[in-house]
């Protein structure tokens, strides 16, 4: 049986409301009060096509979770074909209009010399909701810029007269190679960017020798990023654990089978930072449209508390996990290396020590949660400082700020044994895709080369913790 | 008996100056010397109507402290009328016209997304006069920027895997219920802002399930305030002390007899501060309708000492209050807590305690009296690394640049009670009415639990000093 | 006998070299090679009048150290008369159309809040000559916006609770009267920026009842200052110590017939300061008459070396004065108080003291001199905190870089027995004479007061080292 | 046998691949591959005239490396008459004829007032492409710029009251006379910005009586550099070692025998660092002749990694240098005194002074190698600090940053026998020639013998530590 577009406009309301997504009807009555992203943006499209808002914010299988009851059958095909044309033929945005300009200037790949370069052609070929929710953090944004500021106050202190013409990156993170001491960390809607999505990074980390961390969120299914990737090629997981456990353990039954290495156990996101940014997204892309005088109609309107893009992703999340519980439920269920993501000072990363875990990721979540979380960096430097002995007992990553070659340096001369980058490889596969992602990791391949060479270091067990210097001055970005 | 516009014209000097205040003629030549704002402001007005001028700045029982005898009775209404006729046909100012338009763009009260937002948004819909009072501070405006920078000295060290989901910000303030660690600081002249005034904020704080501290100096009656509370509605009182300890009572009583809860006294604004922007307003303004070029006339003008708006509040305070003297009689007068509210300096938070004060608010008067003074919220980073029993001994608040969710939860956790805000309610107000003030405190309150979840506490008392670290850089604001 | 324009400029060159100023003609072909600001300067006006460009740099009295045989007679009248002429017709230079054009356009002083504004207005009365002179400092500037900056990192602790109704902020400098912790610290050329030059000075110290410090190198004569003052005003004297001895006898001999109360001997100027703004002036100048664009005639022009206006001050004084040396001379020719000026080091303040000397003033000079020389302020800081006991043994003045109330108030609670301040009121006087000066100080009058009774200080001694902290932050200025 | 332009046109690929230089043909395919500056940029050239693009950055010997058989002979005189005409009739490129014309609106020499003056200018006068190579510095340029930061946080506690009026700034360096306690550090390629190249420095040197440091990678021949000098004028030598000893024995000869009297030895730069804006210099002139929107032809271009001009000079140098080895080398090879270039922390300096070297020259390359490297003053500060013992052991010197002669005094009175600047005296002599190289040197006398004064310093030995002061705030530049 087939429905028609007038059938599926009668169920336009709260009270009735069914959708269309890739020319199949829905409804998702029912659902509007769980969508992790709010009922006000599926109402939106209540009663007819939301195709184009759902597929690069959702994977492919996020429709799984909805009763079979509710996929109410496909659409008419007839009425399918009117869609389809009337998408090809409507009249596109100021946005859309910008992005497609911009994409045809980009300059050949060979130009950019840095991940502030990918950066800044990012914001040009971006459309301006991937432009909010990539690069928005959380509340003043202080978080976020000062990950990347607190690496101005460590300076080198190089040493010379060390022979350094062979001198090798490679090292070993988990136990898996690792052609630099660097990997992809997880970040969320990469097909916001780039049609292909998430599959650019897997292609890119394998030509660059690097490794992906996966994220939950995801805007491939994790198969499908898995198929992306060469036989051999390391995957890791970033899982985000549901409230409900049997749905945790499927996801982690599913990554196991489909050979990924490693869960990264994200907790410095149970729930979602306030990014005005990208809440304001909608908003500001209106007001282009439209001019931006308007008037209150009516008085104040309605208090809506839009969480933004990232609202959407992180509502199912276990907002109860606990040292004593959750650690020893998931090394029940499975074998694979478990690393928690997130820890954010000394005390956590000595009861993760503790506790077992094979390693921490120092992250603030790229300043996205809670403004004025401490710098990673400066994470990383206390412990060296006071408990350098955690080194021995698992291995500790930061993410968070890092852009250079010399930051990355940084954090392994203090300990780290491997940085986690996010946003740059988004940026760079959103300009040019595979070749970006690897162009950024030879970046830095590059980068961290002469750095090591510059300091003295021929391999990555000579960066020692003199070889930096934490300053108390600031340099002048 | 009724007066014309014409006996009223006769006396337009200060040898007899009388003036017209909502349709009432008030002989005004003994109280010249006496006004707090200077004679010259009234002169301005003498032998015509100052209603205009009068009514945002004074609450509605200001001239009861006129003679009854100066109460020299009503206009002819003939004459009120001609006044009535002519404020409605004057052509509007610049200003006026600004405000006007501004106003009428306002954005629906769902875009505003922070504290910030009202607070750019104030700007455009105030009047120049408004917005020169309520944000104008203290000289060069050091005092001011640093009570909001001395927040971006302070980063959070989280902690991660605690049960968050059940969070919760509720807390007593001198054991009355507030649904936030927050309050409203007094603040004068809320209707220089909207023409509700100070009844906008106690009901938006009792939607919000604050509590109000009301001024001395609110531009409504303090009966007024309490007739907009709802029953059972908690307002603290912010007493400025009469020079005449009789007044002081009689304010005391009256108070007391309104169900006013706590009292406030403030002791950092014995003189008014010097608000460079304020003084010059009306200066600004008259530049604004006639142009910028002007000629010195016959030689430099007299030295003018134009206090501003301030000036006109704190004439009759009492500059000779002592921790031996006025905290006893204060005692012996009335049974309701007692806060000093301006402490600046550790010692006299231990004078307070010694004195057996019930609170202090630590607190510079939002940088408006004394250039350079020392932040609030470092003061009470101050109290807790030498003397963290005070925090036993009696409740510390401070106020003072507090501006986001995170701010409030920084001094929290460095031990304060509650943190009270004055100007972003006004901003609120203005810009809203009490919907706007409403809405300010559900950001907050979203910003507080989002940030309590990040830190790991799910209630009050799990926000302790450790989660807080003073470091050595500025964020970049 | 007189001679005529023709005569003259028979004699325009190095060998032969006559000049005319007001009106009498003079042969400096052997002075040439004394100008303590080079021939050069003088050679631009060889064989013609001089009149304009020496007026408003030197003092009256200037020319008496011409031999009388070098005073060659009046200028031929008829001539004398041609020459004023031409004088009132010329056509004014752009620089002297845009000072009269902003001199009309002053606001009244009773619109002048602080220093700064008089600070902003004498950059636009001023001449560009005047104002680069003025407000020119050493090599970067930036020891003299040290200066300034460094009350920028304390802060104060104020005492609440005290009477502060009676507040006095008078005080004894070297025991005589001042209504102020305040004086004018000695500062040259006042003329440049008014006709009345120094008298201004005096005129409006004597309103404000502060004491004014002479420079050596005012453009009036000391007696004309002395003369333009009040019956038993106080005038204290800077000498600039000449290399010959005898003519500082000579010198001194002068002022204490004057009635100078005190000399601060300067140290601190031994040789010019590279005020780069004010060697650039005249090409400035050049450049706005004529446009900025010129070739490089014959090659690259000679490497010439001009001091600028600063230059030609200071090039007889004194290089190798000595402790041992010269403190004991000096007490020897004279009983007046001696106050060394320009010690910039704990170091030297000892010696000052070992020297028996009444009193130093730390000074940089405003910045003129040695550009990164310490600021002042935190020279003060440094006695204070190492050697307090130098207060008691000597007067200590500290001068550069205080603007505020504030500032003064944070420098006497340090130890300071007062504060000099020389711009300002070079400001002042410039953009309205005498009553600028006496404006300029009512303004710190008031300004003092308010801090005072916001710290709780009801008198001098009430201003104590624990009401400023010296925090590890930088205001944002 | 000569060729003509038609046989040279046939060989224009890396299979077989001519140029001509001056008018002589030459096979370079073989050569290709060991260009130190890639072969890209010699096969932009291949099968024509490479001139212009190789005279300003080779030496004229550089062609000697290349195999006589190599050498094909001259270009017939014809072809060459028509290669000069095409030369000189071609179009200039707009970056010429700005050049052009900013050269001749250059102001009088004597107008240059400061090293500031000098680099604006020469940003105006020079090329794209040669002030890209000066200017340009690592990676976020941070090391650059922190170089001369350094100095703005030191400040100096002057002495006053000492004879100064005979004040010598003369030194020894390795025992050779200075007249100051200055040197040229070697820079490369001077021909870029005038065509005389290092010869201006060498007899601007000669002038200000100061040594000059040559670098390997002049753009001039050692031996024109030496022809340059007067007699008795001393030279130094920055050597790079080549890989290959005998290379690196055979070119120590060479300046032995051309009278130069130590040598520097460079270990801060053994391989190219990454200077972006050299690297994108040509790209740049690219776009500003063709506008700057061009597509991305068939897809993402290829992945390009040219090192810039930069990447060509230290292609071949040994990056296998270790105390134990190089140094006994090197003392075994020549009696010339010994320093080593480029040491960046104390440890290294320890290590230097232990290897017996006579001097170590603390210097990070300009921040042109390795970003974020320790600022050359403050390891001259921490090796003051920690190991004052090592100044009495060998010379220390520093170079980066320093452009006043209050930077010099700094470093001399932290114990620094003498400051290189390298970049100054480029962009000196770029401007004006040797002239402008002498002009130089005479400012920093002039600012140097005033600093002296100030401090109360005679002489260079009167430079002591506690003269400076390491601030905790930095001046505002």
């Avoid at 830095?444 to 070889?467: R, W």
Wanted: contains cysteine.
């Amino acid at each position: 049986m087939t429905l028609s577009l007038v059938d599926v406009a009668k169920h336009s309301t709260n009270k009735s409301c069914w959708v269309i997504i890739q020319d199949k009807v829905y409804d998702v009555t029912d659902f509007l009060a769980e969508h992790p992203g709010g009922s006000k943006v599926i109402l939106k499209y209540a009663g007819r096509d939301a195709t184009q808002a759902y597929l690069p914010i959702h994977p492919p299988d996020a429709l799984k979770t909805l009763d079979l009851s509710k996929h109410l059958g496909p659409l008419d095909s007839a009425d399918a074909q009117q869609l389809h044309i009337a998408q090809q033929n409507r009249v596109k945005t100021k946005d859309e209009l910008r992005v497609e300009e911009q994409y045809k200037k980009r300059p050949p790949l060979g130009r950019i010399l840095s991940l502030a370069d990918f950066e800044s052609l990012a914001q040009l070929v971006l459309s301006h909701k991937a432009w909010a929710y990539y690069s928005s953090s959380a509340d003043t944004t202080s978080a976020n810029v000062e990950n990347a500021r607190a690496f101005s106050r460590f300076f080198f202190n190089p040493r010379v007269m060390r022979p350094v013409r062979d001198c090798s990156p490679a090292t070993k993170i988990l136990g898996f190679d690792s052609s630099l001491p660097l990997f992809v960390s997880g970040a969320a809607l990469a097909k916001l960017g780039h049609p292909l999505g998430e599959a650019n990074i897997t292609r890119g980390a394998h030509k660059g020798g690097i490794i992906q961390m996966v994220s939950s969120n995801a805007s491939l299914s994790f198969a499908e990023v898995a198929a992306a990737a060469e036989p051999g090629q390391t995957l890791f997981f970033q899982l985000y654990k549901h409230t409900d456990d049997s749905l945790a353990v499927k996801r982690v039954r599913e990554i196991e089978s489909l050979g990924y290495k490693a869960i990264f156990l994200t907790v410095d996101a149970l729930t979602a930072g306030k990014r005005e940014c990208d809440v304001r997204a909608p908003w500001v892309l209106e007001d282009m449209e439209n001019g931006p005088a308007y008037h209150v109609e009516g008085g104040p309107a309605d208090i809506a508390d839009d969480g933004g893009t990232a609202g959407a992703l992180v509502g199912a999340d276990d907002q109860n996990m606990t040292w004593e519980k959750t650690i020893p439920w998931l090394r029940s269920i499975t074998k694979l290396p478990l690393v928690i993501k997130g820890v954010q000072c000394l005390e956590d990363a000595v009861l993760a020590a503790e506790a077992g875990c094979d390693g921490i990721l120092i992250s603030n979540h790229g300043g996205r949660q809670l403004d004025y979380s401490m710098p990673p960096l400066e994470t990383l430097y206390r412990i060296r400082k006071r408990r350098p002995d955690l080194f021995d007992k698992m291995e500790i990553y930061i993410d968070g700020g890092a852009r250079r070659g010399t930051d990355v340096v940084k954090a392994i001369c203090l300990g780290a044994k491997a940085v986690g980058m996010g946003r740059p490889f988004l940026y760079a596969q959103s300009c040019y895709g595979a070749d970006g992602v690897a162009k950024a990791i030879s970046i830095l391949d590059s980068e961290i080369v002469k750095a090591m060479k510059f300091l003295g270091a021929a391999k990555i067990e000579d960066l020692v913790p003199e070889m930096v210097e934490r300053v108390d001055w600031q340099a002048k970005l």
